[in-house]
Structure formats: C-alpha cells, structure tokens
C-alpha cells in the first residue's frame, strides 16, 4: 500500500475544485401532447417570473465562470435569461437533446443499478431488453462523463452552471457519482450542486429551491427580492405594463381578430422584408405580428416583451400555428434597451406601437439600431400626434386615461429625428388611418366601469369640436373614431 505523506495531502487539498451546477429549466407551458410532440414548449408567465428570481439568487451567491444548456426552448429559455442578467453568453450542447436512456424509469425502479441485483439476498435476472437499456445507459454515461471532465479540464477551479430538464439532472448525478440510476424530482429552477476535487464528485445539494416563492400558509422572513427584470428598465413603468397586460392577456384573444389581422398586413405589405429574413419584433405583444411574418417565410422570427403574461398569450398562439410557422418562431423576455442579442444580429427590426409608452425612447432606437446588420430595414409604426398644440395635449389625455402606461404620440418630424440619431436613414414613410370603434378600442385593454364612462365622455365631447383632432363621429349608439398611424421604412447605414 503507498504511503500518504503529509505533503501529499497538502498537495490534494490545494488541487483546484470544480463546482457544478445543475438547474432545472422553469416552469414550460402546458401543451397538449400531440403538440408537443411536433413543438419544441417555452415558458409560462410563471416560469419566466422564476428565470428573474432565479438570476437574482445566482447573482448574490455565485460567481458562475461558464453557462450551458441543453437544446430544448424551455432550457434555452432559461439560460438566456439568465446569461443576459449575469453577463454571461450561453453554450448550447446539441448533443444533448432527447431524453438519456433509462431516464423516464418510475421511481419504483429507482434501486436497479446492474442487470443481475441482490433485492434481499436473493439474486434476480432482468431480460435481455432490460439487459440492452443497462448497456445503453453505461455507454450514455461514459459519453456523459466525458463532456463533464471535458468542461473540468477546461474550467478547472471555477463554477459551471447547466440548464437541463429533470431527467437529465437524474441522469448527470448517476453517471458521474457511480450511484446507479434514480430519479430527481426536480422543481422549475431548483439547483443540484455537485464539488470535483482530487477527481471524485460530491453531491452537496439536490433539488435546492428555496429562491422560490414560498408557498401559501408558511411564513417568511424579508421582504421579497426585486426582479432583475425591474433593474432594466424604469421600474413603475415595468409594473404598471406588467400589471395592465395581465389582464389584458385575460381578455377574448379573437374579438376583433379579422380588423387587426388586416392592419397587420397592412404594415407588413409597407415593411416589404424579404423572404428567409431574420425579424425581430420589439414589443411583440400577444405574438400576433410575430406569428404573421413567421407565415410570411421569414427563416426566423423573435418577438420580446417585458410582460410575463403576455409572452404566455404569444407562447399559446405560436403552438396553434402551423408547426412549420411555429417552429420560425419563439419569444424572450426583455427589456427593448438592454437586448440579449449580439451586434448585427437581425435583417430586420419591428417596432410596433411601444415608443409611445417611452418618455426617453432614445436608448431604446439605439440599441434596436445596434442588433440591425448595415443594409437591414427598420419598420417603425406608432401613434401620430395631431400638429395642433391643443388637440395633441386633449389626444394625449384620452390616451392616458385609457391606459396608464402611455405616455405621448410624437410627431412625424421627431420620430424621423429619433431614427437619424440611431443611424437609421429613412426610405419610405406613410401615414396611414383607421376607422376604429370606440368599445371596440377600449376593450383591447381592462377597463373599469368609471374609467372607461370617462374615456367615452372624452370622445363624446369631441363629435360635434374635434377636441383632440380624431375625427369622432356617434352612428346610434356607436362612435367611431380615426386613429393615424406613422410608418416608416428605415435601412441602416
């Protein structure tokens, strides 16, 4: 036997230990499975929630040196929300997709870790298809092993965090530690922390997840931590748009569906974005433009958005879709000027109706501008304010009191200064208008009873002085209203 100097132990102690971290993706949507079988799932407004509180944790605890994921969108997802809230990129790891062998074993098969086992003394024979899965879950764990002692190698010393589904997590701890299969019932975002030292793992924690919320009827200590979400941008505006588009997400996705379907393609036929495209729709809403142009044959569509509840709307639309248009397709959490996109990332940029919720929409064109390749189209439409000093100041006001999170329509002239200064050269621009009902309108957000009374006395008192220059008309007992819209077609320089 070969004696241990105490030097030889000094010299292990000082060995560089690696940490890992294995984090399960947040809470995906709930699909039907013959959709989910043709479509890969993102998150719920709950998970993408949890991907904050998740970053925030991570922040305050670790100093995480590399951030990986498997393939699937719900795992993406996560990753990349994380990555952009600790600055970090993401490796994906192709080679991980799927479930391992042997992974979706019932708990009660959990003990089985060789082919031939003792249960009680006596020795019990598995078949020969049970003999082929231990074959192919030995040589997925030595596939497995070697991925991980590839990242040791490179990452000695440091912090590795990998998102991956639960069976995968079951999968990592087993093949890595030698303790047979089991399974890890992971909650979304709950971490396993396993230690490499002297070239043996530790598992320190499994299924960690008391960043979580805690559950109803247990008490808590502090006060809650902010979403890193709230840091990106100002953070009453986050709120009021998050609390408003829950609600809104709420209401009858196809009232009024034929009538915004047409002003869609209205502003997609203006855009004219070639075929095989990648687009990027800021402010995407509940995913309706961005599952448009997705038809369109663009290669590929993102849509961002800073509401939860409304990325959850987009993710239900996108799996209605053809899964051809739906698999060009996916939404992400983000704020539109902090993107989690790299430099000339885009063909084209969409920018549909969100400056006027903007009182400072400056950074914002910038950085829409910065993820544009030189020669990309940038297609702005929002709100046109009316030239006269009074009726924009009236128009404003009824905007406002219809929802909170609107703060001004700008006129032609500085929308064209907001584009010039983010180094974007106007090509074409139009200013288009729609007849649009006033209920109709007001439903397209939660309303209450006083509120909305008050929005319709405004309009009212317009019809016979065109107060806030809208050109209101009452029909019996409906009014109607034209609402001007500013396009513009701009290419990078």
């Known amino acids: 036997m070969q004696k241990i100097t105490s030097a030889d132990a000094k010299t292990a102690e000082k060995e560089p230990t690696l940490r890992l971290l294995l984090i399960c993706h947040a809470e995906a949507m709930q699909i039907q499975a013959a959709q989910r079988a043709s479509i890969d799932?993102?998150?719920s407004a709950q998970g993408w929630q949890q991907t904050d509180i998740l970053a925030?944790?991570?922040?305050?605890?670790y100093a995480i040196d590399e951030l990986v994921t498997a393939p699937e969108l719900r795992n993406?997802?996560?990753?990349?929300?994380?990555?952009?809230a600790i600055g970090l990129p993401v490796t994906i790891r192709r080679d991980w997709g799927g479930k391992p062998f042997g992974a979706n074993i019932n708990a009660d098969e959990a003990t089985l870790a060789l082919p031939h086992v003792l249960q009680h003394g006596v020795q019990t024979t598995v078949s020969d298809a049970a003999e082929k899965q231990e074959r192919d879950f030995e040589e997925y764990c030595h596939d497995l092993r070697d991925v991980f002692t590839t990242l040791s190698e490179v990452h000695s010393g440091e912090t590795i965090a990998v998102v991956m589904n639960e069976d995968l997590i079951s999968a990592s701890i087993a093949c890595l530690t030698g303790g047979g299969r089991f399974v890890v019932r992971a909650e979304p975002t709950s971490i396993a922390e396993l230690r490499l030292q002297n070239g043996h793992w530790t598992v320190l924690s499994i299924n960690r997840h008391e960043h979580l919320p805690t559950p109803p009827g247990r008490k808590t200590s502090g006060k809650p931590r902010p979403l890193a979400l709230a840091e990106e941008m100002d953070a009453g505006l986050t709120d009021l748009?998050?609390?408003?588009?829950?609600?809104?997400?709420r209401l009858d996705p196809h009232a009024e569906q034929d009538k915004r379907k047409k002003r869609f393609q209205d502003l997609i036929a203006f855009a004219d974005i070639p075929a095989n495209s990648s687009v990027l729709d800021a402010g995407a809403g509940t995913g309706e433009l961005a599952i448009i142009l997705a038809q369109e044959k663009m290669q590929e569509v993102i849509g961002i958005d800073i509401s939860p509840a409304m990325l959850e709307h987009a993710e239900l639309r996108r799996h209605a879709a053809q899964p051809q248009v739906a698999r060009r397709l996916y939404f992400r959490l983000a704020a539109a000027h902090a993107l989690p996109f790299r430099n000339e990332r885009f063909d084209a940029v969409i920018v549909?109706?969100?400056?006027?919720?903007l009182r400072n929409p400056e950074k914002v064109m910038t950085e829409l501008?910065?993820?544009l390749r030189p020669g990309g189209i940038f297609v702005l439409a929002d709100l046109l304010s009316n030239p006269d000093p009074v009726k924009r100041a009236t128009q404003n006001a009824i905007e406002e009191r219809r929802n909170p999170a609107y703060y001004a329509a700008r006129s032609?002239?500085?929308?064209?200064?907001?584009?010039?200064?983010?180094?974007l050269r106007v090509a074409s621009e139009?200013?288009?208008?729609?007849?649009r009902e006033l209920d109709e309108w007001l439903n397209e957000l939660p309303q209450d009873g006083a509120n909305k009374a008050k929005v319709q006395e405004m309009m009212k008192a317009g019809v016979q002085t065109d107060a806030a220059g809208l050109n209101v008309h009452q029909h019996g007992d409906v009014i109607t209203f034209e609402q001007r819209l500013f396009y513009c077609r701009a290419v990078k320089e």
Do not use: C, P, S
């Open 352 to 357: 549909r109706l969100m400056l006027h919720h």
């Open 430 to 435: 139009k200013v288009v208008t729609f007849e």
């Open 369 to 371: 501008a910065r993820v």
């Open 76 to 84: 993406r997802l996560t990753a990349q929300r994380i990555g952009q």
């Open 41 to 43: 799932t993102g998150l």
């Open 56 to 61: 925030n944790w991570l922040m305050e605890r």
């Open 412 to 423: 032609e002239e500085e929308y064209r200064t907001l584009l010039a200064d983010a180094g």
């Open 241 to 249: 748009v998050n609390t408003y588009n829950q609600a809104a997400a």
